[in-house]
């Protein structure tokens, strides 16, 4: 039955993606969405996924196209989180493929070399931060039980996607 629900939810979240955001959005989530499955088919890997539809929301309310960075940087800190609970190398490796995804995809969007620079770098330092976050955390005890494990989850993700926005700024 939970296989049900997280493909079903899955679909949702594509289609929802696709509909409100187009392809660049749907590639994002669909990488997201497969990266969560390699650590087998559980709910609360859609649990911290589905809340950056926020972004999308967002960007489709206000018509502003820039949150796009946020919402992948929401999605690349779930994988970098959620893989690196299996394997310490594949959290960077998961992280990193969102963001190579999401500067092939401003690529060919035709963003200036000096916007690619800057997002490339505001990425690789937010991804760093997530990665320590995650390992202080651990250190510290505060993944005791599932809830407290899910809770600093949500809020390292939702960080690194506020750092994500703030750095539009730049």
Same mark, same amino acid.
């Given at each position: 039955?939970?296989? &049900?629900?997280?493909?079903?939810?899955? &679909?949702?979240?594509?289609? #929802? *993606?696709? =509909?409100?955001?187009?392809?660049?959005w749907t590639v994002i989530g669909a990488l997201a969405v497969v990266a969560?499955?390699? +650590? +087998?088919?559980?709910i609360e890997s859609l649990a911290l996924v589905v809340p950056g539809l926020a972004w999308l929301a967002l960007s489709h309310a206000t018509g502003n196209r820039e949150l796009f960075f946020p919402y992948t940087m929401y999605l690349a800190s779930c994988v970098a989180l959620r893989a690196t609970e299996r394997t310490p190398w594949l959290g960077p490796l998961g992280g990193a493929a969102i963001v190579a995804a999401f500067m092939v995809i401003r690529i060919l969007q035709q963003a200036t070399a000096r916007v690619l620079a800057v997002e490339f770098? #505001?990425?690789?330092? =937010?991804?760093? &931060?997530?990665? #320590?976050?995650?390992s202080w955390s651990r250190?510290? +005890?505060?993944?005791? *039980?599932?809830? *407290?494990?899910?809770?600093?989850?949500?809020?390292?993700?939702?960080t690194a996607s506020l750092l994500a926005y703030a750095s539009l700024a730049i």
């Open positions: 039955m939970s296989h &049900l629900v997280f493909i079903i939810v899955e &679909l949702l979240f594509l289609a #929802v *993606t696709h =509909i409100f955001g187009g392809p660049p969560q499955t390699l +650590g +087998g088919v559980r770098v #505001v990425a690789a330092a =937010i991804l760093a &931060l997530v990665l #320590v976050a995650r250190r510290h +005890g505060l993944h005791v *039980t599932p809830y *407290t494990h899910f809770a600093w989850q949500a809020a390292i993700v939702v």
